[in-house]
């Protein structure tokens, strides 16, 4: 077996054009408006500049060095991951969640997986979250790291 090095740092300026890719990677049924790559700079730097972002926390998720996905907290608490395709079903994510839940302690954390995405769902039952509920084909769950303690 392969030892691989994953890390995760914060977003920085110079991530907008990956990020931007990973952006136009989603699965188009995710619904997701698009945007362009100026649009994408400017909500990378809103971010870094801490102008009224939805985000509390962005981390890219490095592999070996290499950028492989990026991870992000809402100010409600709410996870999203992704992944480039060729990082997928590695262990990868899983890690990077841990390392994630370190980095950015909550008394709790949400997620929304839109109900096809089976690939999300079992990552994040593997990690403990609980099912909470279902709306427009999107299920939501919790996670409470108090339990671990």
Not at 8 to 25: A, G, I
Not at 115 to 121: E, G, H, P, Y
């Amino acid at each position: 077996m392969i030892s691989t090095l994953i890390t995760l740092r914060k977003v920085q300026p110079k991530d907008s054009d990956f990020l931007y890719l990973l952006y136009n990677q989603r699965d188009p049924r995710r619904n997701t408006p698009p945007r362009t790559s100026q649009e994408n700079e400017e909500f990378v730097l809103s971010y870094i500049t801490r102008i009224h972002h939805y985000y509390s926390a962005w981390y890219i998720v490095m592999v070996d060095n290499k950028r492989a996905g990026a991870y992000t907290i809402t100010r409600d608490n709410e996870t999203g991951s992704w992944l480039l395709p060729e990082y997928c079903n590695k262990g990868i994510g899983y890690e990077a969640y841990q390392m994630l839940f370190k980095l950015e302690p909550r008394n709790h954390y949400t997620v929304k997986v839109e109900a096809w995405d089976k690939r999300t769902q079992a990552l994040i039952d593997k990690l403990g979250f609980t099912f909470i509920r279902s709306y427009n084909h999107t299920l939501t769950y919790s996670y409470d790291p108090t339990f671990l303690t």
